[in-house]
């Protein structure tokens, strides 16, 4: 015998939640609509394939490069076996990004 599923959104509930949100309504007054919680609306969505998350940026307007990327790519740069680079991830973060750019922008010392 086969598993019976319990289905959250009809066919119905599923059209009417991907046309309100792509038509510009936000994922809360959705939510408030068909009774159910921010989260599964933005779950469905998801499912559906529509619902994008938001790309933040910070206060410059940039894109949020986290610290661990920046390590990273020091390490890289400087052969850093993985518990070096692991340990530059407890530096400031503006830090990492200068030593990060000072790195990429500079010459090979030839010898």
Do not use: W
Request: hydrophobic share 35%; proline share 2%.
């Amino acid at each position: 015998m086969g598993k019976v599923v319990a289905v959250n959104y009809s066919p119905e509930q599923t059209a009417a939640v991907v046309s309100g949100y792509t038509n510009g309504m936000s994922v809360e007054s959705l939510a408030q609509d068909m009774g159910k919680s921010a989260r599964s609306i933005i779950a469905k969505l998801s499912r559906e394939g529509v619902y994008k998350a938001k790309v933040y940026q910070t206060k410059q307007g940039e894109t949020v490069i986290k610290k661990d990327a920046h390590a990273d790519a020091i390490g890289s740069i400087l052969n850093l076996s993985e518990s070096e680079t692991e340990s530059l991830t407890k530096a400031n973060k503006s830090v990492l990004r200068k030593i990060f750019e000072a790195l990429a922008n500079s010459k090979p010392i030839e010898g």
